[in-house]
């Protein structure tokens, strides 16, 4: 359970991005809609799988909601959070609604670059996540069961 909740933190962080070139002010500016795409988890033992997500963004100035489903060969789970921004500090909760795990979102970041602490029960995340043009990556250690994860996501 821990190894999927730290894969849901993984991906859902990916949306937490900001994209330059809209007249709202919030830190989420062109979030809003439909994203795709996937990656690589490296597992603490060593093994690597193939991950690919959809996600859904609701952007509102300071504020977000995202509904994310992914998938790799070996499961498939579905998350939902929401964040705020204030200033430089980000903030909120996320649940992993398949398995009934939640957890809390913190960190600091603006200009398309953030980093973030995902945390829930038994587990703890770090996260950089980066934003160019239509183009979002995200990098994650993790301190248990789940050493890694590199995902690319696009419009």
């Known amino acids: 359970m821990v190894r999927r909740a730290a894969a849901a933190a993984v991906v859902l962080t990916a ?3 900001a994209s330059p070139g809209h007249a709202d002010p919030g830190p989420f500016t062109g ?6 795409g996937g990656g690589t ?4 033992d060593g093994s690597t799988e193939r991950i690919r ?10 504020r977000m909601t995202l509904v994310l ?3 790799s060969d070996a499961y498939k789970f579905g ?10 500090a980000i903030s909120g909760t996320w649940s992993e609604t398949s398995r ?13 670059n953030f980093q973030l602490l995902a945390t829930t029960a038994g587990f703890n995340a770090n996260i950089a996540l980066a934003t160019r043009g239509k183009r979002q990556s995200v990098s994650i250690r993790a301190d248990s069961q789940f ?3 590199n995902i690319s996501l696009s419009r």
Request: with cysteine; glycine share 24%; net charge neutral.
């Open 69 to 71: 489903t992914c998938a």
């Open 31 to 36: 979030m809003a809609g439909t994203w795709g």
């Open 147 to 149: 050493r890694a994860a």
């Open 15 to 17: 949306g937490m991005t």
């Open 79 to 88: 998350l939902q959070a929401e964040v705020i921004a204030e200033g430089s």
């Open 41 to 44: 988890v490296a597992l603490e």
């Open 100 to 112: 009934g795990i939640n957890g809390v979102l913190q960190g600091r970041g603006g200009g398309g």
């Open 53 to 62: 997500c959809r996600a859904n963004y609701g952007v509102s100035g300071p």
